[in-house]
């Protein structure tokens, strides 16, 4: 009678924190879905935070891009293009 009390007690305590838990996940939810669908204006889009795991870099310059590529191509392997393989 004790040991199923306390697997009853450890049962409920569990089922708690998973209903806790999916409260918690469904607020975060729909503040989020609230911040996508309360964005009017472009203005607003740049207010808006963001959280990322990496550092925000710019996108890079058209020039920036013409290098990258001129460079990419000078270091090719031979006969690439041509349909052969390079081995």
């Given at each position: ?37 309360n964005?009017h204006?472009?203005s607003a ?20 891009v ?22």
């Amino acid at each position: 009678s004790r040991h199923f009390r306390n697997r009853k007690r450890g049962y409920l305590k569990h089922k708690i924190d998973e209903l806790a838990m999916n409260s918690k996940n469904k607020n975060i939810r729909d503040l989020y879905r609230t911040q996508l669908l309360n964005v009017h204006r472009v203005s607003a889009v740049r207010q808006t935070e963001m959280h990322t795991a990496e550092p925000l870099i710019p996108d890079p310059s058209p020039f920036e891009v013409e290098i990258a590529v001129a460079n990419l191509k000078r270091y090719k392997s031979p006969g690439a293009g041509h349909g052969s393989r390079a081995v």
